[in-house]
Each structure stands twice: as structure tokens, then as C-alpha cells.
């Protein structure tokens, strides 16, 4: 099988753009600002465009707050959103009021709820609620394909035709997997699992030992868009990150499978970018 070239010039500048200003923010003068709160199962981040929806500031946290893609602290999730916002602000040395907020698909009925209160506690205005994937999409562009979030706790996806989106779903399985799975075969504790799986330089060593997991996360999105046209896969989300998933799900599905240079920003930015200046009523 032939490897087609994709075109992610825009995603990827935009997440460099985004990875700079994490680590130096720009001070502008914008009249208001639109924010991105990603509450991931292993990491949240907050994202912040300007008035032209460009990126001038962002912060990320790891926290163990959300459960395959559901609240389970509460409170502590309120505390980190607002104590980032809070760190943000003062950088920005203005007020972040409005925000836009995702959930896995499929869960609106039950979490998005507790996701819209948690960011309203934070001290936003809610603006938005998209479902990670479609959030994704904002960025990537993407016309027909499916674009697969794999996220700590889940695997969302959504499946696009002439740009819209015609159905979504969600499953859990996703990095806290993957750690579960190191933890046992290298005798870790989970949390230092969790930590070694992060670190790039340890993925080539760790492919064979998570190919199972891949497997089963390309089974699922085997089982989701049977029966659609599909001829491409769009990966994004922080567990994208593992060098080679791309090639086991390619091959595990026969269909062409792309990730953009670095998928853990992405969904969180395309969060951003839905964000308006009308809040949820």
C-alpha cells in the first residue's frame, strides 16, 4: 500500500504556533478573546486565540480528574481549569471570559452537563459544546474521512461526508490502557508508567508491547465505519503521540491512516476556534 502525502499545513502551524506561545505569550491588545478548555482523562488545556483567532496563549496540566471521558472529580477539576485560566490571564494581563468546552461524542446526555459546570465554575461563559472530534475537524479541514480522537480514557469518532459530520461514536479504550498495559509487562507503578509512555524516545522500545492495544483501537474503528464510505483516517489526540500507531491502524484497517506532526494540541485548538462571543443560553 502506498503512502499518500497529506497536506496539514494549517493544522500543523497552527499547533506550532500554539506550542510557542504556551512557553511565551503574546501580549496583544485584542479586544476579546476565545478560549478552548479541553478536559482530557490524562491532561487538561486551555487554549486562547485572539480576535483573529490566532494563538497567544496556552497551559496544559496532567491530572486524573476525568475517567474515560467523564468527570469524576469534580472539584478538582473546577480548581485546575480556574487556576490555569487564572495563570493565563495574568500573562495575558487581561480577562479570558468567554470559552467553549467538548465532550466524547455520543455522552451529551451524560456528562455535558458536568463538563459545561465545570468551565462556568472555572469563571467563563460557556459559548459552546462540541463533540472532540468534530472539534478536531475545525482545525484539520477535513471533507470526507474519519477523524479518530484517541484520548486517554476513549476513542472518539466522527465520520465526515462533504464536511459534515453524519455520525459519531465513542468507545473506551485510550492511553490509560496503554499505561495499564506498560505497568504490568515493566513492573511499574501506573503513574510512572504513564510518565515513561510519555517520553518519545521510549516508543520505539514500547510498539511491540502496546501493538494489542492499537489492535483493539483499530478494531473499534473497524466496527464504526463499517458500512461508510471511508477511504482515509485522521488521528488526533494526546495517545496519537505513540510513534508508529499510524502504521498498525493503516494496516489493522486497510484504509490510508494520517496524524499531523504532533495530534495532542489539536483538538484542544479546535475547541478554541468554536468558541464565540454568545454565550450558551
Known sequence: ????????????????????????????KSPLYYTGVDLGTACIVLAVLD?????????????????????????GAVKIVRELKEELEEKLGAELIYSAAAIPPGTDLLDSGAVRNVVQAAG????????EPTA??????????????????????????????????DEPTGGTHFSLVI?????MEFK????????????????????????KIAT??????????????????????????????????GIFTHKPENPMFVTPLGIALGCTDKPLD
Open 183 to 187: 505497568s504490568g509487562a515493566y513492573n
Open 220 to 253: 473499534i474503528i473497524n466496527q464504526h465505519i463499517k458500512g461508510f464510505d471511508v477511504n482515509e483516517i485522521f488521528l488526533v489526540g494526546g495517545t496519537c503521540c505513540l510513534a508508529g500507531i499510524e502504521d498498525i491502524i493503516e494496516r489493522k484497517t
Open 51 to 75: 480576535e483573529n483567532y490566532k494563538p497567544v496563549a496556552g497551559a496544559y496540566r496532567y491530572a486524573d480528574v476525568v475517567r474515560d471521558g467523564m468527570v469524576v472529580d469534580y472539584i
Open 124 to 131: 467563563f461563559e460557556v459559548t459552546s459544546l462540541l463533540d
Open 1 to 28: 500500500m502506498s503512502k499518500k502525502k497529506l497536506n496539514y499545513e494549517y493544522c500543523d502551524q497552527l499547533v506550532r504556533d500554539f506550542e510557542t506561545v504556551v512557553k511565551n505569550p503574546i501580549k496583544t
Open 136 to 169: 478536531a475537524n475545525k482545525v484539520l479541514n477535513i471533507r470526507n474521512g474519519a477523524v479518530v480522537d484517541i484520548g486517554g480514557g476513549t476513542t472518539g469518532i466522527s465520520i465526515l461526508k462533504d464536511g459534515k459530520v453524519i455520525y459519531v461514536a
Open 192 to 215: 510512572d508508567a504513564d510518565i515513561y509512555k510519555r517520553n518519545p524516545k521510549n516508543h520505539k522500545e514500547l510498539l511491540p508491547t502496546l501493538k494489542p492495544v492499537v489492535e
